[in-house]
C-alpha cells in the first residue's frame, strides 16, 4: 500500500507539472516565429518583419519590416532624390531582441529600431529611430485601401470599416507607395506610430488627438481597461501606458474602479497635454470622471483648444471629456498640465450623492393591522437556526470521525 501511495503521489506531481507547463507551451516559438497574444493585441514574429497585426478581429496590417533608410534605399537602387513612394520592397533588420512587460511588447531590430506594440484598445504600436534614419514598410490586407492626408499621416481603411492610421512624430515622411501599402522614413530621434479604430469609430476627436501626437503637443497616453484576467482578478482595471516623448516618464501608482493616481514626470518645465482613454466597464461613473493635478482640482474645459492652451501658455491644468464612438463605452480624458518637472495626476470617479434616507439593516418598521408601528426584527447569522445547523454539522464530522477509528 505504501509503495502504490508513493507511485500515486509521483503520478500526481507529473501530472500537476505538465498542467502547469501547457500555458507556457502554448506561447512558444513556432516554425515561423514567436507569437503574442493579449487582450486585444495579437501578432507573430519572423526572423525580420511583424506579421498579422490584430486589434481585436480586424487585421489591416499584415507585414511591419523596418531597415536602415541607407540600406533600405541601396538595395532598393533608390537614390536620394527619388520619391519615398518608390519604395516598395525592403528586405527587413533581423529582429535581435524580444521583451514583453506592463501589456506590451518591445522588439529591438539589427539596424537600430525599436518596435513597441502596446496591448490596449487602440492596438497602438511605435517604431523608434534610436540608431540612424530608418525605413519601416507596411503591407496591408488585401481589402484595405491607404490615402494620405499629409506627409505626416496617412489614413488606411478596412472593408469592414475599421481604419488605422500612420503618425510621423518628429522629423520623417509617411506615404502611399507605388504598391498601395505604406512606407515610411523617419531620422534618428523621431517615431512612426499606428493606431487602429473599430467600424465608423474614428472621428473628429481621434483626429484632434492624432493632430496633438503628431505636433508633440501630446507625450503620453494611457489607457484604463478591464482585465482579462480570470478568478479574482476578474474585471478589475488596468492600464497601458504609451510614452511617445523620451523626456516623459508616467507611472501608474494604483487604480480601482473609482480612481487612478499615476505621476506625469519630464525633463523639460514646458507643459504637455496626456490623452486617456478609461473603460466604462473597468471605471464607475466615467461619464463623469474628475481630474487633480497635485491634490487641487483641475478645470473642466469645452474644447482640446482650451487643453491645449493649459499645455502651452501654463496659466492652470485643464481638462476635456469626450465619449467614444466605439462599440465598447469608453470615456476619453485629455488633461493639459501646465508646468513640470514632476506632477501628481488623479482620475476619480464623481460620487453620487449619497444623503438619501435608508432603512436600518437590523430591522424594519411595517405597519401593523391596527395602524401602529412595528418593529420587524432580521434573524443575525448567529441567531437559534443557524446555531441548530453547525451543530448537526459537527455532530456528523464527530461520527465520521468515530468510524475512520
Known amino acids: 500500500m505504501r509503495h502504490r501511495a508513493v507511485l500515486l503521489s509521483a503520478l500526481l506531481v507529473v501530472s500537476l ?72 520592397s525592403i528586405a527587413g533588420s533581423a529582429v535581435e531582441s524580444r521583451t514583453e512587460a506592463d501589456a506590451s511588447v518591445r522588439l529591438g531590430f539589427e539596424s537600430g529600431a525599436a518596435m513597441q ?52 512624430v518628429g522629423d520623417g515622411e509617411v506615404v502611399v507607395n507605388e504598391d498601395g501599402n505604406v512606407t515610411a522614413e523617419v531620422e534618428e530621434g523621431s517615431q512612426l506610430v499606428y493606431r487602429q479604430y473599430d467600424d465608423g469609430e474614428r472621428s473628429e476627436n481621434d483626429r484632434q488627438q ?84 497635485d491634490g487641487e482640482a483641475a478645470a473642466q474645459a469645452d474644447s482640446y483648444s482650451a487643453v491645449e492652451q493649459s499645455a502651452m501658455e501654463g496659466d492652470e491644468p485643464r481638462y476635456y471629456v469626450t465619449q467614444s464612438s466605439s462599440a465598447e463605452a469608453t470615456t476619453n480624458v485629455a488633461i493639459g498640465i501646465d508646468h513640470f518637472s514632476e506632477r501628481a495626476v488623479s482620475m476619480q470617479s464623481a460620487q453620487e ?11 424594519t418598521e411595517t405597519d401593523s393591522a391596527d395602524g401602529s408601528d412595528t418593529a420587524t426584527e432580521e434573524t443575525s447569522g448567529d441567531g437559534a437556526g443557524f446555531g441548530a445547523l453547525a451543530a448537526l454539522a459537527a455532530l456528523g464530522s464527530a461520527l465520521v470521525a468515530a468510524r475512520r477509528l
Do not use: C, W
Open 210 to 293: 492624432e493632430q496633438m501626437i503628431q505636433n508633440g503637443t501630446a507625450t503620453a497616453e494611457v489607457y484604463v481597461q478591464e482585465s482579462a484576467e480570470t478568478g479574482e482578478d476578474a474585471g478589475a482595471a488596468t492600464t497601458s501606458v504609451v510614452e511617445y516623448g523620451q523626456d516623459t516618464a508616467i507611472e501608474v501608482q494604483s487604480q480601482s474602479r473609482e480612481e487612478v493616481n499615476m505621476t506625469v514626470e519630464r525633463t523639460q518645465s514646458q507643459g504637455k497635454v496626456v490623452l486617456t482613454s478609461v473603460s466604462e466597464s473597468a471605471f464607475d461613473n466615467a461619464e463623469d470622471i474628475e481630474v487633480y493635478v
Open 353 to 363: 450623492d449619497t444623503s438619501t434616507a435608508t432603512e436600518s439593516d437590523a430591522a
Open 117 to 168: 506594440a502596446h496591448d490596449n484598445a487602440r492596438g497602438i504600436f511605435q517604431v523608434r529611430a534610436n540608431d540612424s534614419a530608418q525605413m519601416v514598410q507596411a503591407n496591408l490586407s488585401s481589402d484595405s485601401e491607404a490615402e494620405s492626408e499629409s506627409d505626416e499621416r496617412v489614413v488606411v481603411t478596412k472593408g469592414d470599416g475599421s481604419q488605422g492610421t500612420f503618425i510621423v
Open 17 to 88: 507539472v505538465g498542467a502547469a507547463a501547457a500555458p507556457a507551451a502554448a506561447q512558444s516559438t513556432d516554425a515561423e516565429g514567436e507569437a503574442y497574444a493579449g487582450s486585444h493585441v495579437q501578432f507573430n514574429t519572423t526572423g525580420s518583419a511583424v506579421s498579422n497585426y490584430a486589434v481585436g478581429d480586424a487585421v489591416i496590417v499584415e507585414n511591419v519590416s523596418v531597415q536602415s533608410s541607407e540600406e533600405a534605399r541601396s538595395q532598393a537602387g533608390i537614390g536620394l532624390d527619388v520619391g519615398l513612394s518608390a519604395a516598395t
